[in-house]
């Protein structure tokens, strides 16, 4: 039984293998993965006072989360991460 697998290179190129069948398509879009326009939503929400796109409590969720992975590879246990 074949499965399927995609492979997104750098926003650049697709690769698509299902069934045995490798397909390669370059992307003719440009490389945006949203880096300018998410700093864009920020700026705007800082200038109009108002909640911002990201609420703080995800932004320190995701920080606390990779430096408990490093700290976990460093220990080679699970790491707690506490609300």
């Not at 796109?53 to 920080?63: A, K, L, Q, R």
């Not at 590879?73 to 991460?81: A, D, G, H, N, V």
Request: net charge positive.
């Amino acid at each position: 039984m074949w499965g399927k697998v995609a492979v997104l290179k750098d926003y650049r190129s697709l690769e698509l293998i299902a069934n045995g069948a490798r397909k390669v398509h370059q992307l003719r879009f440009n490389q945006d993965k949203g880096h300018l326009n998410s700093w864009k939503s920020f700026l705007s929400a800082l200038q109009a006072d108002s909640i911002p796109p990201i609420p703080y409590s995800h932004i320190v969720g995701v920080t606390a989360a990779a430096f408990a992975s490093v700290k976990s590879l460093e220990e080679s246990q699970p790491i707690r991460i506490l609300d």
